[in-house]
Structure formats: structure tokens, C-alpha cells
């Protein structure tokens, strides 16, 4: 009796979880769907009537590859140091350092890469410091706990067996490393990967404070950009008739793209 | 199970939010700018034994839009009225001027500016400090969001502002931006720069401030049809010496001090 009781209760959970996802996927598209066709062009430009957002999905591309290209090598190197070449005191120091890495609300980030980044950018690089290379930077530090926290675990599912024999075969800890374990973590790290990816790509408030949202395609680190996520959360609050109609639409696309990357992320893990 | 209880959050808040709209008090919605002295305002009604009023962000539109939904019986804007949002049958009525000031950072050797000039460099057809008379480098443009009131107000008062311009979205961001670039001009209200490190650019010869100074912008009170009950109350005190003071200790200048002027 109580364990149908329970099976219900948690189906009516799995029911309620799935259905928020398609509830929000419908709603978005169904309110952005006047501003669709509009989405591929070039301007964005709420006061002239123009909604195009190719910009800011270069925008998006660039700050969270920019952020990948960082986080990945350093969270990937950071869970090998903490599982295979750490002392066990350097690593008890290091677990709860990540963890709280985590636990910072972006704004707080946000506002650091404002006061900090920015005008260092500014003054060692030139340009205005509001930039793809500063949003890159503050993602990074905010993707990095997850993608190596992930790539930790996958690090030590790994069995004893394939670190004594790559021993017994007389190979380095680097080629240990480097033709064992990472191939046979793969899929545990390309999960880390999409993680970071995921959250890169959703992060908003830290993002739009550094990268000067200027709603144009960067050419450069240097230059300023605008992300899909910042496009919405600045001008959320102001919008009627199609320009809401865009943010909508902006959101769509931006839901649309995480999905696609999970299921790219479930084909690879595999 | 996360986005389950995220729904179930939603759902609770916007009951939550159902609730709020029952005519307890005063609802004020609007324009950020207003915001601060609204809630200055508000407190200075309190201490005279005025109702609760409380006071939302999120800018001059969905102040109207609140108003015209009914979500709020009162809206603060920073901007005129639209003549079609007129025709819906709202009345502004105009409570204090709020000063733009044009803000450069204080190593800029440069002390005033044309309001040609600006609507050439906010435009985009001067782009160098040297074309100014200043120091040679880039001219580092911070703008406001679309639909910010201050953007609009700029936009009226000056002229379009760049694509290129970097865009944030509070007069906070503003003035760090434009504190820690000698390269930089932004537009902040004359409080918002009554507390930062930032020089103001004199506008045609005229201080900011100054009776003549071209960039100022009315701050009004919204309400669909002529005000009565507790938003027509509040309306008396805004305009009163009292709620009149607040607005001076604010930083923007008094409507009474400004129709004594033009006098």
C-alpha cells in the first residue's frame, strides 16, 4: 500500500518536472512566435523596429567558447592534480576552495569583473575593457568548480586496476594519464564539458555587467558583445507589443540551443 | 524534480503578487529613476500619517502598462506621456524635473560641450576626444538600455545613440564605468552623480542645474483618469512644501521653484 503510495507520489513528481519544461517551451514559443521570422537579421535596434539577433548569438558563441576554452584545460588539470598527484592535505584544502568557488552568486562575480577585470583589461589591452575576453573570464571562474568537480568523480569511478597496470607496464604517470585515464574518463568528462557549457550559455547577470552588451558581432577578444541572456534580462523590463514579442522569441532560440547541446551531449557521453 | 519545484515557487509567487493588488495602501509602479525619491516620498507620507504606499521598479513603460492593467493605481514615469498612451485615457501629473547630466571622467581636460556636439559624439560621427579639443583616444560612448527612461529622455533631449555604444543597464553601472575611464562619457541624473567621482560637462554654457540648462526631463505621476482616493492624496502630499523638499534634498529641482522661474 505505502509503496504504491510512493510510486504515485513520485510519478505525479516525474509528471510535474517534465511538464514544467514543455509548459515553459510552449509558453516561450507561443509568445515569441510573432517575432521569429524577424530573428536572423543582423540589427538589433528596439527604437527603429528592429529585432534581428545574429549579433548576440555570435555574442553568446564567443563569451561561452571564450569561457571553455579557459575552464576546461584548468578543471580538467585541477580534477587529474586532486586525484592522481596531490597530496592528501593539498587536497582536502583544495575540495572545499572549489565548493565555495561554487557557491558565490554571479552578481558578486559580476561585480568583481566590473571593478577589477574590466579596467585592467582597459589598461594592459586598450579598447574600451568592456569585452568578450572579460565575460570569458569571469565564466571561466564560474564554470570551473562544476566541470571539475565532475571531472574529479569521473577521475576516481576509474578502477585501481588501470593505474597498477599501467604501472606494471612501466609507463609514466604522464602517459598514464594521458592514453588511460582520459580515454577511459571520456565520457565523464565530456559531461563536465557540457555542463560548464550549459551554464556558460544561461548565465546572465554576471556577464551583462562586464561585456558592455553592445549588440553587434565581435570581432574581436577585445570588442564588446552582447549575449542572448543579457539581451533579455536588460530589456525584459520595458518591453510591450513585438518587442516583448523578440525577447520571447530571443529566449526560444536560447532554449532550443541548450537542448541541442544536451542531446549532443547524451550522443557523446556514450 | 528542480524545475517541479521552481513551478510550484511560480505559482505560489504569483498568488503571492494577487494578493498584493488588493487596494490596501497605494501601489506605485515604475520608472527607475523615480524610484529612490518615491520611496523617499513615500516614507516623508508616513511620518505625516499617510497610508502604506509601496513603491516597484522596472521602468517608465511597464509603469504605464501597470497603471493601464491595473496592477498598480498610480505609475511613475520619467518621460511625457505618449499621445496614443494619452488616448487611453492616462494623465501625467509632473512632480519635480530630474537634471541630465552629461558625466566625463574628472582627468578629462575637457569642461563643456554644445548639444551639437554631443549629438554628434553620442551619434557616432565623433568618435576621438581630439576632434573636441581633448586629450587624442578613442571616445569610449555608455549609454542606457532601450526603454530606460533616461535613454529616452536622451534620445529627446540630445539625439539616437550609437549602436556601438556600451550599454548598461542602471545609472550605477554608469558611473563606475565612467569613473574608471579617462576615455569615457556616459548621461547620468544629476543625483546619481552627486555621489560618485565623475566631472559633469557644462551643456551650451549652462551648468547642470542652472536655470537655461537644456538637458532636463519631467518626473511625473501617472493615473488612469483623474486621481481620487488614496492616489489623489499622495499626489497632494508630492506637491506640498513637504513632499516638495524631499525632492530638493534629492537632487532634482522642485516644480514649484521651476514654474516661479518662468515666471
Redesign the interface.
Known amino acids: 500500500m505505502t509503496d504504491r503510495l510512493a510510486r504515485g507520489l513520485l510519478f505525479a513528481?516525474?509528471v510535474?518536472?517534465s511538464?514544467?519544461?514543455a509548459?515553459i517551451a510552449a509558453f516561450v514559443a507561443l509568445e515569441g512566435r510573432g517575432a521569429l521570422s524577424g530573428l536572423p537579421g543582423a540589427?538589433w535596434?528596439?527604437?527603429e523596429g528592429l529585432y534581428g539577433v545574429r549579433a548576440m548569438l555570435w555574442g553568446s558563441l564567443a563569451v561561452t567558447g571564450g569561457a571553455l576554452i579557459i575552464a576546461v584545460p584548468a578543471g580538467v588539470g585541477m580534477a587529474l592534480y586532486l586525484t592522481e598527484a596531490a597530496p592528501p592535505a593539498v587536497a582536502s584544502l583544495a575540495r572545499p576552495m572549489l565548493q565555495t568557488l561554487a557557491g558565490v552568486p554571479s552578481v558578486v562575480y559580476g561585480f568583481v569583473g566590473?571593478?577589477v577585470l574590466?579596467?585592467a583589461i582597459?589598461r594592459a589591452l586598450g579598447g574600451?575593457?568592456?569585452s568578450v575576453l572579460a565575460g570569458a573570464l569571469v565564466l571561466a571562474v564560474m564554470v570551473l568548480p562544476a566541470v571539475a568537480a565532475v571531472a574529479e568523480d569521473a577521475l576516481r569511478a576509474l578502477p585501481r586496476a588501470y593505474r597498477e597496470g599501467a604501472a606494471a607496464l612501466g609507463a609514466t604517470p604522464w602517459q598514464t594519464v594521458r592514453r588511460v585515464l582520459l580515454p577511459a574518463a571520456r565520457g565523464g568528462i565530456t559531461t563536465a564539458v557540457v555542463l560548464g557549457l550549459g551554464r556558460a550559455l544561461g548565465e546572465t547577470m554576471a556577464v551583462?555587467?562586464v561585456t558592455?552588451?553592445?549588440?553587434?558581432t565581435p570581432t574581436s577578444p577585445l570588442d564588446?558583445a552582447?549575449t542572448l541572456t543579457g539581451n533579455i534580462?536588460?530589456?525584459m523590463?520595458?518591453?510591450?507589443g513585438r518587442?516583448r514579442e523578440a525577447l520571447f522569441a530571443t529566449g526560444a532560440l536560447l532554449l532550443g540551443l541548450v537542448m541541442a547541446v544536451n542531446a549532443v551531449a547524451r550522443r557523446a557521453g556514450r | 524534480?528542480?524545475?517541479?519545484v521552481?513551478?510550484w515557487c511560480m505559482l505560489l509567487v504569483a498568488s503571492m503578487a494577487g494578493c498584493r493588488s488588493s487596494p490596501v495602501g497605494l501601489q506605485i509602479a515604475g520608472s527607475t529613476s523615480v524610484q529612490p525619491v518615491a520611496e523617499m516620498l513615500a516614507e516623508a507620507y508616513a511620518r505625516v500619517g499617510g497610508a502604506r504606499v509601496s513603491i516597484q521598479?522596472?521602468?517608465?513603460?511597464?509603469g504605464v502598462?501597470a497603471v493601464l492593467n491595473g496592477v498598480a493605481a498610480m505609475g511613475a514615469i520619467s518621460r511625457r506621456l505618449t499621445p496614443g498612451e494619452r488616448a487611453k485615457g492616462l494623465v501625467e501629473h509632473t512632480v519635480a524635473y530630474d537634471v541630465l547630466t552629461v558625466v566625463v571622467h574628472p582627468d578629462n581636460p575637457l569642461t563643456g560641450l554644445t548639444r551639437r556636439q554631443l549629438k554628434a559624439v553620442f551619434g557616432g560621427a565623433v568618435s576621438d576626444w581630439g576632434e573636441l579639443k581633448g586629450a587624442p583616444g578613442a571616445i569610449?560612448l555608455i549609454s542606457r538600455?532601450?526603454?530606460?527612461g533616461s535613454r529616452e529622455a536622451f534620445?529627446s533631449l540630445v539625439g539616437?545613440v550609437s549602436?556601438?555604444?556600451?550599454?548598461?543597464?542602471s545609472s550605477g553601472?554608469i558611473r563606475?564605468?565612467v569613473m574608471?575611464?579617462p576615455?569615457?562619457i556616459g548621461y547620468v541624473s544629476l543625483g546619481t552623480m552627486l555621489t560618485g567621482r565623475l566631472k559633469a560637462l557644462a551643456v551650451d554654457g549652462k551648468q547642470p542645474g542652472e536655470p537655461g540648462y537644456a538637458l532636463v526631463r519631467p518626473l511625473s505621476l501617472i493615473t488612469l483618469g483623474e486621481p481620487a482616493g488614496e492616489a489623489a492624496q499622495f499626489l497632494r502630499f508630492a506637491l506640498s512644501p513637504a513632499g516638495q523638499r524631499v525632492m530638493v534634498d534629492e537632487g532634482l529641482v522642485p516644480v514649484r521653484e521651476k514654474s516661479a522661474r518662468n515666471d
Open positions: 513528481c516525474a510535474l518536472s511538464a514544467a519544461v509548459v540589427v535596434s528596439p527604437e566590473l571593478s574590466v579596467p582597459r574600451p575593457g568592456f551583462l555587467m558592455g552588451n553592445v549588440a553587434t564588446p552582447r534580462a536588460m530589456e523590463g520595458y518591453a510591450v518587442h | 524534480m528542480r524545475l517541479g521552481l513551478a521598479g522596472g521602468g517608465s513603460t511597464a502598462q569610449h538600455e532601450a526603454g530606460s534620445r539616437p549602436a556601438r555604444a556600451i550599454v548598461q543597464n553601472a563606475v564605468a574608471d575611464d576615455q569615457a
